[in-house]
């Protein structure tokens, strides 16, 4: 089983739509929760940290489910510019264990 | 903003050819990583610095691979004897003690022929 599992995609979405995006992660161990964006040929780009009570950042709202090691991002009113990559990531964060864990990624693509 | 710079941003090597990839990652960092891209693939970890050691790698991360803090502000992965599976994008990235100032370079493709 994958460590963190994604839908690749691709979401195809018209503007102002609102899409939702999951995860699941198989490591009960892990500690840290992200969602990255990616731009094609970029490096990845923290988007947003996904904390226990789940958290908004203006349009995008993040969910995490310890018991179900299951993670969400939530995007309203999408924007041309919301095309991206989307990347699940989480991190054991246990004593000298910081590398992160990547999803392959899920594909948005919003269309005017 | 602060930034981690990646130097070059494109090279080209022959198979079995040694290369070095550089960054700078930002200046009161203390972690240090370097991580890996093969087009289309997922962005997978390789190694990380700490204190001047490295305190975890990957299975990938094997006996080609090294990497080295020279100065102070330098950080860099060597590939002694390149394979063409070794192509792909090298993002080098820092981040602070919290490990949620994680920052990335913006990458070096390396591509082996």
């Known amino acids: 089983r994958k460590e963190v599992e994604q839908d690749p995609g691709p979401f195809n979405v018209p503007e102002g739509a609102t899409v939702a995006f999951n995860c699941t992660y198989s490591?009960?161990?892990?500690?840290?929760f992200f969602w990255y964006r990616q731009d094609c040929r970029k490096e990845p780009k923290l988007l947003m940290s996904?904390?226990?009570s789940g958290n908004e950042d203006g349009r995008f709202t993040a969910q995490l489910n310890r018991a179900s090691q299951y993670i969400s991002l939530l995007i309203r009113d999408s924007k041309l510019s919301d095309s991206a990559t989307y990347l699940c990531?989480?991190?054991?964060?246990?004593?000298?264990?910081?590398?992160?864990?990547f999803g392959s990624g899920t594909r948005l693509q919003v269309q005017p | 903003e602060p930034e981690v710079t990646q130097t070059p941003s494109h090279q080209v090597t022959q198979m079995g050819q040694e290369v070095i990839l550089r960054c700078v990652p930002i200046?009161?960092?203390?972690?240090f990583y370097w991580y890996r891209q093969i087009l289309g693939q997922k962005v997978e970890f390789l190694v990380s610095?700490?204190?001047?050691?490295?305190?975890?790698k990957s299975e990938i991360f094997d006996d080609q691979f090294s990497v080295e803090r020279p100065d102070g502000s330098n950080f860099t992965l060597k590939i002694r004897s390149t394979k063409l599976e070794d192509s792909a994008m090298y993002f080098c990235?820092?981040?602070?003690?919290?490990?949620?100032?994680?920052?990335f370079g913006s990458g070096t493709r390396l591509t082996v022929v």
């Open positions: 996904v904390y226990s």
């Open positions: 610095f700490y204190n001047n050691e490295i305190s975890e």
């Open positions: 490591n009960s161990a892990s500690q840290s």
């Open positions: 200046s009161n960092h203390l972690y």
């Open positions: 990235a820092s981040s602070d003690s919290s490990n949620y100032g994680y920052t």
């Open positions: 990531v989480v991190n054991r964060l246990d004593t000298g264990r910081r590398a992160l864990t």
